[in-house]
């Protein structure tokens, strides 16, 4: 299985602030990569495919970027609702495996 | 609009058989491409995919719990049916539904449901 490694573990940031979260593949995927966020008692959701590819709804501070077995998903002007667990998640192949998650904390 | 929602037992005691359910709407699991799949999280930790169904029924289980798992579907009630045997305490967690699109992208989510593995 490809492994999933993201950091940092946990990122404290204030509302206004740019944000960068890593994630890193055991093997090359090249833009297999999808990004989900996960508020406190909620289902994750779907935020960026194929590395780069925002998906419909999703507000425009929010951007991926990288290819191979590095990504990073840059969130510009934290808003409050920003604050949540992120996991990415490699999709190049079976079986489908994600991050450990990145909780992003208000500061 | 595409919705779905998981329902089954809150509690079950180990070394039963979990059945879960996925009731889906917006979208029809005999359309090509299209699967509906399920993924589950442990208290505080990360999300670990489990099964998926095709539209043409194939299906594709985590290789860690293949001998555990089957999936199936009943396109007609609009469902989706995982059951896992022989249940186990770390099995507890939350187990979402999950609409797939061609490339592994989980694009929807079920709300999720919280089952407890416990004697």
């Known amino acids: 299985d490809i492994q999933m490694t993201q950091s940092p573990s946990s990122v404290s940031a204030s509302v206004g602030d740019r944000v960068t979260i890593t994630c890193r593949a055991s093997?090359?995927?090249?833009?297999?990569l999808a990004w989900y966020q996960q508020k406190t008692g909620e289902a994750p959701k779907l935020l960026i495919y194929t590395a780069s590819s925002l998906q419909s709804g999703v507000p425009s501070r929010f951007s991926g970027s990288g290819s191979g077995t590095d990504f990073t998903l840059t969130i510009t002007s934290l808003q409050p609702e920003d604050f949540a667990t992120y996991y990415c998640?490699?999709?190049?192949?079976?079986?489908?495996?994600f991050g450990q998650g990145t909780k992003l904390e208000i500061k | 609009q595409i919705t779905l929602k998981e329902s089954g037992p809150t509690l079950v005691k180990p070394t039963q058989t979990l059945t879960l359910t996925c009731t889906f709407s917006?979208?029809?699991?005999?359309?090509?491409?299209?699967?509906v799949g399920w993924v589950r999280q442990p208290p505080g930790k990360a999300l670990e995919w489990l099964a998926l169904?095709?539209?043409?029924?194939?299906?594709r289980y985590s290789p860690s719990l293949t001998s555990r798992l089957t999936i199936t579907k009943d396109t007609s009630k609009s469902q989706v049916v995982l059951t896992m045997t022989n249940v186990d305490p770390v099995d507890t967690g939350t187990y979402y539904c999950?609409?797939?699109?061609?490339?592994?992208?989980?694009?929807?989510w079920g709300q999720g449901t919280l089952v407890t593995v416990s004697s």
């Open positions: 999950v609409h797939y699109r061609l490339g592994w992208i989980f694009d929807y």
């Open positions: 998640q490699q999709s190049n192949s079976f079986p489908p495996t």
């Open positions: 093997q090359g995927i090249s833009t297999w």
């Open positions: 169904i095709y539209w043409d029924d194939d299906n």
């Open positions: 917006g979208f029809s699991l005999s359309t090509g491409g299209v699967g």
